[in-house]
């Protein structure tokens, strides 16, 4: 793949990078991503499965599914996409991940500064008292129930929910001030999280985007790069490594 000169000269002479993720970024680790041909939202509907009232009206099925979806992370490994991203943390003071997914596969894969916007699979807490339960909560069939007796829930931001303050703010600061802003594997059709595309382009950020499709970032992109991330993003640093060397 040909890398313009440009835009490694771009990256190479970055203050501060910017990666914006979506699950296109864990597609390479296994894990399923939600729309277009293979994605899960085809066969459920978010409605049914990522919302409250769901949760409420059926705890047991969103947790099956849930937990389900931990299963498949917990036997995933990060990717090279990954394994990159956390690897531009050497060469550059000031690198940030916003990431939509909630797998922690940035976490595991080394990467420091992460911001989830739709919060973490690892993380779930009670709907009646706030209480936080971080370790594996057992789910024989039935929903894991807090000292309180509150049903105990995941800590993942489904539709209609909003979005945590401190880490959205937190994100648009890093976008405001970043020179390179990547985003790789995401539809950019999820809201208020999509916005963050504008927001840095509002500042004048070189945008780099990564993904095997046209999306709707594609038309606002200085570079896009068609193709996995898991290959695209190692030859992208390994060149910027070189012109860092040089
Ligand atoms: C809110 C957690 C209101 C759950 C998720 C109409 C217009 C605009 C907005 C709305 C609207 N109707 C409703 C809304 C709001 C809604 C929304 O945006 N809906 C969309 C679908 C239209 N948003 C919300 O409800 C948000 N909350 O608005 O609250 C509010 C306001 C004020 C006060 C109170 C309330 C909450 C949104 C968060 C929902 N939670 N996930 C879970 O995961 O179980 S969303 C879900 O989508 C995931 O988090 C995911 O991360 C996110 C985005 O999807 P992507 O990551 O982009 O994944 P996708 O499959 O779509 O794309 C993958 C891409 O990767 C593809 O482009 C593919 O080509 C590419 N790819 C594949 N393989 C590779 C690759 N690229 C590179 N390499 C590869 N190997
Ligand atoms: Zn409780």
């Given at each position: 793949m040909k890398i313009p000169d440009d835009v490694v000269k771009k990256i190479a002479t970055?203050?501060?990078?910017?990666?914006?993720?979506?699950a296109g970024v864990s597609a390479e680790s296994g894990i399923p991503i939600f729309?277009?041909?293979?994605?899960?939202?085809?066969?459920?509907?978010?409605?049914?499965?990522?919302?409250?009232?769901?949760?409420?009206?059926?705890?047991?099925?969103?947790?099956?599914?849930y937990n389900h979806r931990k299963q498949i992370i917990h036997q995933s490994m990060p990717n090279q996409a990954h394994l990159?991203?956390?690897?531009?943390?050497k060469y550059f003071p000031d690198v940030s991940v916003v990431t939509q997914n909630i797998?922690?596969?940035?976490?595991?894969?080394?990467?420091?500064?992460?911001?989830?916007?739709?919060g973490n699979i690892e993380r779930?807490?009670?709907?009646?008292?706030?209480?936080?339960?971080?370790?594996?909560?057992?789910?024989?069939?039935?929903?894991?129930?807090?000292k309180c007796g509150g049903l105990i829930r995941p800590d993942i931001v489904w539709f209609g929910e909003m979005l945590p303050e401190?880490?959205?703010?937190s994100a648009e600061k890093?976008?405001?001030?970043?020179?390179?802003?990547?985003?790789?594997?995401t539809s950019a059709v999820v809201y208020p999280a999509a916005s963050l595309i504008y927001a840095a382009k509002e500042n004048d950020a070189f945008i780099i985007e990564i993904n095997t499709e046209e999306t709707e970032a594609s038309k606002i992109a200085n570079q896009s790069f068609r193709g996995k991330a898991g290959d695209i993003l190692p030859e992208i640093l390994n060149i910027v490594k070189e012109e860092i060397s040089k």
């Open positions: 970055a203050k501060s990078i910017v990666f914006f993720t979506g729309r277009g041909k293979d994605g899960i939202w085809n066969k459920l509907k978010p409605e049914e499965l990522a919302n409250f009232n769901a949760f409420l009206r059926n705890p047991e099925m969103v947790w099956e599914w990159s991203i956390s690897e531009f943390q797998d922690n596969l940035h976490r595991r894969a080394g990467s420091k500064t992460i911001y989830e916007l739709h779930n807490y009670c709907i009646n008292c706030g209480t936080f339960y971080n370790e594996e909560l057992p789910f024989e069939g039935r929903v894991p129930k807090c401190k880490e959205f703010s890093a976008i405001s001030c970043c020179d390179i802003f990547f985003i790789i594997g």
